[in-house]
């Protein structure tokens, strides 16, 4: 059974970091891996992205705070949150890119505020 696991959210001040790990099944090693969030009363959008190939891109709320990473040999896609900000607060889904049909994890909170 395909799952996507994740861990590391929280309660956090403004200024703090935090690092989320989503650990999959397995498998993925060929597809594009995300985090996405979604705040109360919001849509779920894309905040990074990552290729099979190791390319990383942000959303232009997140560059230059946040990093994605993956390690295919642990099955795992990380995101590592640095100078948290309250509007960061949200629910945060790691996933994986497929041609029919995406994967998504449960959705870890992070909260930020002080």
């Known amino acids: 059974q395909v799952q996507l696991v994740e861990s590391g959210g929280g309660l956090v001040q403004p200024g703090g970091s935090l690092k989320l790990s989503c650990v999959t099944s397995g498998g993925f090693s060929r597809n594009t891996m995300a985090w996405y969030r979604q705040g109360t009363g919001n849509r779920r959008t894309v905040i990074a992205t990552v290729s099979h190939t190791g390319y990383a891109d942000y959303d232009e709320d997140v560059r230059g705070r946040f990093t994605i990473s993956r390690d295919d040999a642990k099955n795992t896609v990380s995101l590592e949150m640095n100078d948290l900000k309250p509007e960061d607060t949200a629910v945060y889904f790691c996933?994986?890119?497929?041609?029919?049909?995406?994967?998504w994890g449960q959705g870890a909170q992070v909260t930020v505020t002080s």
């Open positions: 996933n994986v890119r497929q041609p029919l049909r995406d994967l």
